[in-house]
Structures are given as C-alpha cells and as structure tokens.
T-cell receptor
C-alpha cells in the first residue's frame, strides 16, 4: 500500500530557480492539500484541491501554484524560489472535501533555498 | 477564524507514568478535532478524532483524548507512556472554508519519554 508519495525527498535550490514538488496518491481521494512545516509555526496550508480540475488558496499561497489535472497528482510549483520558502513540505489527501474526514500525509520534501 | 493552542513546547514524562498533552481551540460552530503524531523525518500520522458523541475518544497506540466543550479543550492522554511514544504531537481543528475541509494545526508539542 503506497498511500501518498512525494518527490524529491530533499532538494537544495538556488534562489530564483523554478521547482516543482511532486505528489501522487493511489487512494482515489477527492481532496488534496499542500502544507509547509516550519519550526514554531506548525503546519500551514498553502493550496488545496477539492476534486480534479479545481484548486483553492490556503493560508500562505504567495509564491506557490498548483494544478490538479487528475485525481492522483497534485504538483506544487515554486516559480522563482526565495530563501523564505526553505521548509518541509507535506502533501495530504482526504476522501471527501467538506467533511470531517481524516487527512493522510505523505513523507514530506525538505527544501532548502540558498 | 479558528485557532489551536498547544501551550507546551515540550512534555517530559518517565516511562510507565501517565501523560497529558494539552490542546485548546477556538472555532465557530461545532468543532471537529484531531490529533496527529510525527516521528522524526516522517509525515504526520493520524491518531484520533472527535466528531460528535462521547467526549472520550480512543485512538491508536493506546492514546485517548477528552473533549471538553466548556473549557474548549481536547487534551491527549495515555495511561502509561512508552519510550517509543517520543515524538511530535499536533492538535488540529477543522473549519469549513467554502467547500474545502481546512485543518488548522497547533504549533506542536514534543513528547519525550525517558526510562
């Protein structure tokens, strides 16, 4: 059972470069989410998608974009990375948007922007 | 706006002793409350959730949490701690934003269980 996979596991990136973090789930969940985890701040929602073809902004969306072309994939793109985007990024999914479903998390991507 | 507070950055407990990790919340309407655990270099794992019904919720690995509406709290408890319980614990509250199921997380509490 794979659940949610994220790639890469970690990445060091020069400021100004473009980067796409990949997220794939095999649970056929409708809703998917991207969070960033920073020390002392917990997890903060970047973007979400209720279902394939739709996306929405979370708490900290600036500098990030997402797409949801199909049910399984939810890539997160940093168009021009900045050092403040250094963080650990988690992708998550839940069966149905708008319900108290449990969210399931991927293993994370550790991103360092220099 | 909804919020979650975890007042303790770290909780230290000896193995075999009971443990409590505190969480208070603020949300409009009925709260849906969650506890997640994060082991080093891993993603978050679901422990338990409160939706409705009994105030005492039982979850994975012997953990339980008590919902207290008057105190707006959802403290995580375990009767007898294990060294393997050492991890980072997050409380979260769900609020509805449009049609999205948005979870707001606390800042996390590190639990350290020692022999």
């Amino acid at each position: 059972i794979a659940g949610i996979t994220q790639a890469p596991t970690s990445q060091i990136l020069a400021a100004g470069r473009r980067m796409t973090l990949r997220c794939t789930q095999d649970m056929r969940h409708n809703a998917m989410y991207w969070y960033r985890q920073d020390l002392g701040l917990g997890l903060r929602l970047i973007h979400y998608s209720n279902t394939a073809g739709t996306t929405g902004k979370g708490e900290v969306p600036d500098g990030y974009s997402v797409s949801r072309a199909n049910t399984d994939d939810f890539p997160l793109t940093l168009a021009s990375a900045v050092p403040s985007q250094t963080s650990v990024y988690f992708c998550a999914s839940s069966p149905i948007a708008g319900s108290p479903d449990t969210q399931y998390f991927g293993p994370g991507t550790r991103l360092t922007v220099l | 706006a909804q919020s979650v507070a975890q007042p303790e950055d770290q909780v230290n407990v000896a193995e075999g002793n009971p443990l409590t990790v505190k969480c208070t919340y603020s949300v409009s309407g009925n709260p849906y409350l969650f506890w997640y655990v994060q082991y080093p270099n891993r993603g978050l794992q679901f422990l338990l959730k409160y939706i409705t019904g009994d105030n005492l919720v039982k979850g994975s690995y012997g953990f339980e949490a008590e919902f207290n509406k008057s105190q707006t709290s959802f403290h995580l408890k375990k009767p007898s701690a294990l060294v393997s319980d050492s991890a980072l614990y997050f409380c979260a509250v769900r609020a509805l934003t449009g049609t999205a199921s948005k979870l707001t997380f606390g800042t996390g509490t590190r639990l350290q269980v020692t022999l």
